[in-house]
């Protein structure tokens, strides 16, 4: 079936450090990717989404880029801030199935000021 | 209210009870989803609804879970005599459209509902 797999965590960087989260995935035909972030106490909420191989997505700073060659859509951040600390899930869904996300475990990210 | 609102927050249970978990969605949202995250783990689809059909419910792991949407809104998520493996956090989503075949819809997600089954 379908899955997501994503870099163990915790990660703990310094504020304006550069962020990366490795995301890779296996899947049936040509699936969405998303970034979903968690802040403490809050409910997941989307950061960005790419639809199709090649496509970047990009939010409040950070970037993904849908790489169907390698199946990855890995995470990044150039420059990140206290405010940014969260779990970070990675997802994909399939067309004709959109509502069914299927995530990865989550990256705890600690940003130290 | 302006979001997913999922109560309670916290529930203990004895195993063998039976628990009942509410979601409020966005009023007007069309779409309503259940998921499971086991502590460590990513959600876990359980369950859809369109209105007050419940068009997908292949992710429910037993007998045991049952959700409904009787009018369409409000969502309630039973769980008949708890087992500790369904000790987990209960996330409610909603979106405003109907999903399926497109869209990639925004969903917005509660807060969740923490379970822990003693």
């Known amino acids: 079936g379908d899955s997501v797999t994503q870099m163990e965590g915790p990660v703990t960087l310094s504020e304006e450090a550069f962020l990366t989260i490795n995301c890779t995935y296996t899947?049936?035909?040509?699936?969405?990717l998303f970034w979903y972030v968690q802040y403490p106490g809050e409910g997941l909420q989307l950061l960005l989404k790419?639809?199709?191989?090649?496509d970047k997505g990009s939010n409040k700073g950070f970037e993904a880029t849908y790489r169907k060659e390698t199946t990855s859509f890995h995470l990044e951040k150039g420059s990140v801030q206290v405010s940014d600390s969260a779990v970070y899930f990675c997802a994909l869904s399939k067309f004709g199935s959109n509502y069914k996300l299927t995530f990865g475990k989550g990256t705890l990210l600690t940003v130290n000021p | 209210g302006a979001g997913v609102s999922q109560s309670p927050r916290y529930k203990v249970a004895k195993r063998g009870q039976d628990v009942a978990l509410r979601c409020d969605p966005i009023s007007g949202h069309v779409s309503l989803f259940w998921y499971q995250q086991a502590l460590g783990q990513g959600p876990e689809f359980l369950t859809y609804?369109?209105?007050?059909?419940?068009?997908?419910k292949s992710g429910l792991p037993s007998d045991r879970f049952f959700a409904e949407r009787p009018e369409g809104s409000v969502s309630t998520l039973k769980i008949q005599r708890t087992q500790q493996e369904d000790s987990a956090v209960y996330l409610c989503?909603?979106?405003?459209?109907?999903?399926?075949?497109?869209?990639?819809?925004?969903?917005?997600f509660g807060s969740g509902t923490q379970l822990s089954v003693l």
């Open positions: 899947a049936t035909g040509y699936p969405s």
């Open positions: 790419a639809t199709k191989a090649d």
């Open positions: 609804f369109q209105n007050e059909a419940q068009l997908d």
């Open positions: 989503a909603s979106s405003l459209k109907r999903l399926g075949t497109g869209g990639n819809e925004k969903l917005f």
